[in-house]
């Protein structure tokens, strides 16, 4: 089976840097994805990371490790647009079958 | 390019009923998976389509089945609608394996 644990909610401030994290374990593993879905939307795409390391995109950086189970995504300078929930998600054996964590609300607060 | 587009946004049904979803992926896009979304359990796995063929299912009861058509254009049915099945219903594609592109979902309320 498949299980991926990830906070509930943070809170931060605008401005500063959080970090966001994912563990996991899977029977079978090609990939992690972070998702960001903004209340009411649909999820939109972060960040892959299918090798151990840090993947840097702009404000946001997602970091894996395979041997440890765990990923993070990290945010800096955050912005009061960054409140939203950020869901980590494996994709599994074959890459066909992609499965989520219950997600992590961040709330920015002034 | 257009997007994934989900079809009823919204619906209400009652205890008992069936409803059928619709989802039109991105133009090149032959998989689909679709997901149930709820406040506690967050994205739940239905199934993926592709070319037509289901290749992968979630823990969910026979109730829910989906089907994948030549055009790569998706339904998911649900039947014997129980108040639990209330929940955001979501369509994603993908090229191939890789990243997910969701649709706005459609929202489901069984009364």
């Known amino acids: 089976g498949q299980n991926i644990d990830q906070p509930t909610e943070m809170t931060a401030t605008e401005g500063a840097i959080v970090q966001i994290n994912c563990t996991y374990q899977t029977s079978g593993f090609n990939g992690l994805f972070w998702y960001q879905q903004h209340a009411g939307e649909a999820p939109t795409f972060l960040s892959y990371?299918?090798?151990?390391g840090l993947e840097e995109k702009g404000r946001f950086s997602s970091f894996l490790s395979r041997s440890k189970g765990y990923s993070y995504l990290l945010l800096k300078e955050l912005q009061m647009k960054d409140s939203a929930s950020y869901l980590c998600a494996v994709k599994g054996a074959g890459g066909f079958k992609t499965i989520f964590g219950a997600g992590t609300r961040l709330f920015v607060k002034a | 390019k257009a997007g994934v587009t989900q079809t009823p946004r919204y619906l209400i049904k009652t205890r008992g009923q069936q409803v059928t979803l619709s989802c039109s992926p991105i133009?090149?896009?032959?998989?689909v998976s679709w997901y149930q979304q709820t406040p506690g359990q967050g994205l739940q796995f239905l199934f993926e389509?592709?070319?037509?063929?289901?290749?992968n299912k979630g823990n969910f009861p026979g109730r829910f089945s989906g089907r994948q058509f030549s055009n790569s254009r998706s339904e998911m049915n649900v039947s014997t609608l129980e108040l639990g099945d209330s929940a955001l219903y979501l369509c994603a594609s993908r090229f191939d394996t890789g990243e997910l592109f969701f649709g706005e979902g459609s929202r489901l309320t069984v009364l």
């Open positions: 389509y592709f070319s037509e063929t289901q290749r």
């Open positions: 990371n299918v090798l151990d």
């Open positions: 133009s090149g896009h032959r998989s």
